[in-house]
């Protein structure tokens, strides 16, 4: 028995292991051996992932257009670039008590960039594309009166024709977001600031007649006149408003008036505000009713 015993264990010495490393190289053959391993490597940590954000980027700002500078027959007259934005249209706080019930309620209105003119149409502007000035208060630098929407419409015609250009009556959101100043508005009541007789000729102070443009302040963005001298024509019909946002509104499909905007030399004070709104058939005039125009 102690022979077996011997040879056994000389047996197991031969192949150079001893008893504990032969049972370890049945389970593994990574420390003798020189094989791979059965086990799993570790897994590498993942990366920390950034936290998503809902908020998706802002838009870029709308193109600014150039100021333009046009002669017709002699008559120069300039049109402002207006950088397109958003704005509360309507009766907003700075208004006041001088609210009425169609400038209700202040809603938001997003516009593209256009351009506007800088005065009023001239008398002068008028006649030489028209030929004939309809005026009742003369004077070339005076705004022209007496024309109605429809003739707006003609002026704005033959106006394109002699210029090869596109222009033609703001509508009523495009008129009220330059009167406040478009992008660079500091939130006035009249249109360049909070005092009525810095911009505006009106019953107080116009002797009941028309001036001559651009002897107020002008407003933010250059533009003179736009509260009182005359009335100025729109292109949208008159209509209540939506208090639902929009983009671009050119009024409603159909109506009975056509609106003007920014009050006159013989109305007081609330009736010159960037919110005052009024409005009358295409085919009315008077002398408390002129334009500007568009591009």
């Not at 954000?53 to 002669?71: D, H, L, M, V, Y």
């Not at 208060?137 to 015609?157: A, H, I, L, Y």
């Amino acid at each position: 028995m102690r022979t077996l015993i011997k040879y056994l264990m000389i047996a197991v010495l031969g192949f150079g292991l001893t008893m504990p490393q032969a049972a370890l190289a049945q389970r593994s053959r990574v420390r003798i051996g020189g094989g791979q391993s059965s086990s799993k490597p570790k897994p590498k940590p993942k990366p920390e992932s950034k936290p998503r954000s809902n908020q998706k980027p802002a838009p870029a700002p709308a193109p600014i257009p150039e100021n333009q500078t046009f002669t017709v027959n002699g008559v120069t007259f300039t049109m402002i670039g207006v950088q397109g934005g958003t704005f509360t249209m309507g009766a907003t706080r700075e208004q006041g008590g001088d609210t009425y019930s169609d400038e209700k309620p202040a809603h938001r209105v997003n516009l593209s960039s256009f351009s506007i003119g800088q005065i009023e149409v001239t008398q002068e502007l008028w006649e030489a594309v028209m030929g004939s000035n309809p005026s009742d208060r003369k004077g070339p630098k005076r705004p022209v009166e007496q024309v109605s929407w429809n003739d707006c419409q003609e002026f704005v015609t033959k106006l394109n024709a002699l210029t090869g250009q596109n222009f033609r009556l703001p509508t009523e959101a495009e008129w009220e977001y330059a009167a406040r100043g478009g992008s660079k508005s500091q939130g006035y009541k009249y249109s360049g600031s909070n005092n009525v007789d810095d911009v505006a000729w009106y019953e107080s102070n116009s002797g009941r007649t028309t001036h001559d443009v651009a002897t107020k302040q002008p407003n933010e963005l250059g533009i003179f006149d736009m509260s009182g001298n005359v009335w100025e024509w729109c292109q949208d019909w008159y209509d209540n408003y939506s208090s639902s946002p929009s983009s671009n509104p050119t009024g409603p499909a159909s109506g009975s008036y056509r609106v003007y905007r920014g009050g006159c030399w013989y109305l007081v004070a609330g009736c010159c505000r960037v919110a005052s709104r009024g409005g009358s058939s295409a085919g009315f005039r008077d002398n408390y009713l002129g334009f500007r125009i568009a591009l």
